[in-house]
């Protein structure tokens, strides 16, 4: 059962979005240090895939120690599952080429914490405990990817949190790519349904941002040479997709 993972947030404040990082510890703090910690109001939203890099250097570990860290300590940070950290759960690899991804991260931790366990239980019990979705009061639904086009109803959505992590629709929020899985009228018809004028995602590798209708895809680390994030004041109503191109930033890239 997957209650308590839908967080709403108030029309006050500030909310910074960022997508997969896949393991770039050094991306992961210079997005850190954008974000107030102190500031109850000042939310920090990463939507989903923290581990599994493809390279050597690889931070993963790092990265969900600090992030569990800081989960537990403030209420105004809120990390996402995205579907490389859904496979731990559902013990179902992830492969990026011929690598199995699952398999290499189990290695990773037997490299730093010395051995598998107790580490791989703490984590897939950290990222069963991930929230899915985010809405803000000013208009904005947040989701590692999505949607599932086969939601036609409030009750369609909310059947997500009835079921475990295997169910469809939630396998839809979590791998779904742009006209592949979904088109702009299934955007539209689900911001509708949903009672949001926009939805932000990751997963699919974009030159910075990408719109899709009034969806907008991000690439903030992972495969991007412009690294975006959006920087939102949740104070202000966000009415369509063209709003939120006017409050996407950039990180410095290597």
């Not at 290499?104 to 019990?125: A, C, H, N, Q, R």
């Not at 009835?162 to 939630?170: E, I, K, R």
Request: aromatic share 14%; proline share 4%.
């Amino acid at each position: 059962m997957l209650k308590d993972k839908f967080i709403q947030l108030p029309a006050k404040g500030r909310l910074l979005v960022v997508t997969d990082l896949h393991g770039d510890l050094e991306d992961y703090e210079k997005y850190i240090d954008l974000w107030d910690c102190n500031n109850p109001d000042h939310h920090l939203v990463f939507v989903g895939d923290f581990i599994h890099a493809t390279c050597e250097d690889d931070g993963s570990i790092e990265i969900i120690d600090d992030v569990i860290e800081k989960y537990e300590k403030y209420p105004n940070f809120h990390p996402l599952l995205g579907n490389h950290e859904w496979s731990h759960i559902v013990r179902s690899p992830v492969f990026k080429g011929f690598n199995n991804q699952t398999q290499e991260f189990e290695d990773l931790i037997k490299k730093k914490k010395g051995s598998l366990e107790p580490y791989l239980t703490d984590y897939v019990e950290f990222f069963k405990s991930m929230p899915l979705f985010v809405q803000t009061e000013n208009g904005l639904f947040i989701s590692h990817t999505g949607p599932s086009r086969f939601i036609h109803s409030m009750n369609d959505f909310n059947m997500i949190f009835d079921n475990d992590y295997n169910y469809d629709l939630l396998h839809d929020f979590l791998w779904n790519r742009y006209d592949n899985d979904y088109s702009v009228a299934d955007v539209e018809g689900f911001l509708e349904i949903i009672g949001s004028n926009c939805m932000v995602v990751g997963h699919t590798v974009v030159d910075g941002y990408f719109t899709y209708g009034n969806q907008l895809i991000v690439s903030s680390s992972f495969g991007s040479d412009n690294k975006a994030y959006l920087d939102v004041d949740l104070s202000l109503p966000v009415r369509n997709v063209d709003y939120l191109i006017n409050n996407i930033k950039f990180i410095q890239g290597e």
